[in-house]
């Protein structure tokens, strides 16, 4: 679809109701806008951290493990790159 939009005032622009309703944007969704040298992108901005933390926990009870033994494994992952630094410094 080619329509053209119109800057307004404040700079705000209107997008077709068409576009709208196919994408289902809806008042208050955010977009991030990308410069293109001077092409202009919308993308939807998904928080990332809902989605991250439903696989993570799909996982955990696909492998069968408690919270805190996934963290124990974690702690161990993480002093694989982090070599002489005790496990439980963060935690005081």
């Not at 997008?15 to 289902?24: F, N, V």
């Not at 033994?69 to 002489?84: D, I, S, T, V």
């Amino acid at each position: 679809m080619d329509t053209p939009v119109q800057v307004r005032q404040r700079g705000t622009l209107t997008l077709p109701a068409e576009l709208r309703a196919k994408y289902g944007i809806k008042e208050g969704d955010t977009y991030y806008l990308v410069d293109l040298q001077g092409i202009f992108v919308l993308t939807p901005m998904t928080p990332l951290a809902p989605e991250l933390a439903r696989e993570i926990e799909r996982l955990r009870l696909e492998a069968g493990l408690s919270t805190a033994e996934l963290l124990a494994g974690l702690r161990e992952q993480r002093e694989q790159y982090r070599p002489g630094a005790p496990a439980d410094a963060e935690q005081g």
